[in-house]
């Protein structure tokens, strides 16, 4: 199970730059890292063709898989509403802290300051 947002820069050059700029990034460290040490990342486009940035993250990791520093952490009440997720530990999976999302807003208060 995953969790994933999409941005499309709607067409804005800033936007297209920073995707190419990110993709001639992952091609340079794809020449220092060894093969096989970092997954493939090419910029995803919209049906306009616009440059789209995805990105995901697993919830859950194999607890075979866990290193011996990670730990359990709950998982957000926002993502898992009625508990369903908490089966998972009892199926071989766990939810750690490099699971975890965190959900941040920004608001202005009415002196319009930012906080």
Known sequence: ????IKLDGLG?????????A??????????????????HWAAQHSPNENPVLDVANRVFIAIEDLGATELRVPIDHLLDPYN???????????????????YTEL????KGDLR
């Open 1 to 4: 199970m995953k969790q994933s």
């Open 107 to 110: 608001k202005r208060n009415d």
């Open 84 to 102: 369903i997720g908490s089966s998972a530990e009892s199926n071989g999976y766990r939810h750690t802290e490099d699971n975890a999302v965190e």
């Open 12 to 20: 804005l050059a800033t936007f297209d730059d920073a995707i190419r």
């Open 22 to 39: 990110a993709g001639e990034v992952c091609k340079h460290f794809d020449r220092v890292f060894e093969a096989g040490q970092l997954e």
